[in-house]
């Protein structure tokens, strides 16, 4: 006989439930010290020895007998050939996210503007792509092509001209969903790397992989910690920590549909984290007995249980006024709403990476097909951050123009703030042009 889940209960009326509650959040995406040396030395090699060191590494690391970088080069044919490799079904499904995912992002696109002022001046700013993008998408067995289309098609939409992607095939395994999500998404290049040795190629270049102005894609620690290294030599998405859920209901879904809302995350690793959060103190109850029901039907229970278990609750409030204040404080990757009325509690949610609203809105849709990016803030970091978008792969230049009416004008402002500043050139420059 199965064990029940032993899912952790909280009640918020609990004198130390804040206590409990940030325990039940913390996760520390910290590499050790064995990891942050190991990704350094990498690297420097690769920095170093270029695609030497990267042919060393993809032996070393995932088990393939390469001899040179040029058997590590995906050709666009390659791609073009997974599209007839997997199923109609497959191919179906990944176009009509793949036009979904681009129709939703084509509405993020950003212009440029300009305004004159009436002595004509003239302000605005310049909306320009990146040149290049990198796209890092996990390889072997645990691949998401969902991924690919989520970090390729935004930056495709944003004018970015060229997207490398860099996928791992430890001891060959390749997957050929993840090579038919890059031809439809329009992916460019594609090299068969991993780890922290990839990211290091797309952060400063080879002589065979291009040096790109932004990595985006989730990773390992190794694949985190390079990111976080090489942050500032180009730029980054994110350091992405486990995917999260949180349920808010009222009590009135099926439990069954909630307990698999809950796996929906749990699945994807052991430091997954599934909340569910309500008033119901009878639904909870009901909620738990689902899970020890359906949890043996999944193929990825192990992982699962130990998920829900480590950093899973079920939360009891006193109301849904006191589910949205809880609901804000964790500040949660995804956050469902499975109420009567969503929408009237949409405005009093101030951080959540996506909204899914109704008890039919369930988070597995926005993981492939509803059209908004997958990739989210997590950690609680919804609190500053934002979903990976077509902005992600825009940047923006200032315009200035200054007839000599508005220079004058505007050159008085300047110098007194110059002066004030002690910079006597920024100042005197100017003053060169203030009319007399």
Request: net charge negative; with cysteine; charged share 25%.
């Amino acid at each position: 006989m199965t064990r029940p889940t032993a899912i952790r209960r909280l009640n918020a009326a609990d004198p130390q439930f804040a206590r409990h509650l940030d325990h039940l959040l913390s996760w520390e995406s910290v590499s050790d010290e064995a990891v942050n040396q190991r990704v350094l030395d990498i690297i420097a090699a690769v920095r170093e020895r270029g695609d030497e060191a990267l042919v060393e590494f993809t032996k070393r690391f995932d088990g393939l007998d390469v001899a040179r970088m040029a058997d590590l080069i995906l050709p666009r044919e390659r791609l073009e050939l997974a599209l007839t490799r997997i199923s109609p079904e497959q191919r179906q499904a990944l176009e009509s996210a793949a036009a979904r995912v681009r129709s939703y992002h084509e509405k993020q696109k950003q212009d440029s503007w300009r305004y004159t002022e009436a002595d004509g001046t003239v302000l605005g700013q310049q909306v320009m792509p990146l040149d290049r993008a990198g796209l890092y998408v996990p390889g072997g067995k645990a691949s998401y092509p969902s991924s690919v289309l989520m970090n390729a098609i935004p930056a495709k939409v944003a004018g970015v001209a060229e997207v490398v992607m860099v996928v791992p095939t430890p001891r060959g395994e390749v997957n050929e969903l993840v090579l038919a999500a890059a031809a439809i998404a329009g992916v460019d290049r594609v090299f068969t790397l991993g780890g922290a040795q990839a990211v290091a190629a797309l952060a400063y270049g080879t002589q065979s992989v291009p040096q790109v102005d932004k990595i985006v894609g989730p990773g390992n620690i190794y694949v985190a910690t390079a990111k976080r290294h090489v942050f500032g030599q180009v730029g980054i998405d994110m350091i992405a920590g486990p995917s999260e859920i949180l349920v808010v209901c009222d009590g009135q879904t099926d439990p069954d549909w909630i307990a698999m809302d809950l796996f929906s995350q749990a699945e994807h690793d052991e430091d997954a984290q599934s909340i569910l959060v309500s008033p119901d103190a009878a639904f909870l109850d009901r909620v738990a007995a689902s899970i020890d029901r359906l949890l043996p039907t999944l193929e990825r229970a192990e992982i699962i249980r130990t998920s829900l278990e480590a950093r899973g609750a079920l939360i009891q409030v006193a109301d849904l006024e006191q589910a949205i204040t809880v609901a804000n404080r964790i500040a949660p990757e995804h956050l469902e709403l499975s109420v009567a009325e969503p929408e009237q509690w949409l405005p009093r949610i101030r951080h959540a990476g996506a909204i899914f609203l109704g008890r039919y809105t369930a988070e597995a849709l926005g993981d492939y097909c509803a059209g908004p990016n997958h990739v989210l803030p997590t950690s609680g970091t919804a609190r500053f951050s934002s979903p990976l978008g077509v902005y992600d792969f825009q940047k923006r230049s200032s315009i200035i123009f200054c007839s000599a009416e508005g220079a004058s004008a505007l050159g008085h402002t300047a110098s007194v703030l110059a002066r004030g500043e002690s910079l006597t050139a920024h100042a005197r420059s100017a003053e060169y042009r203030i009319k007399d």
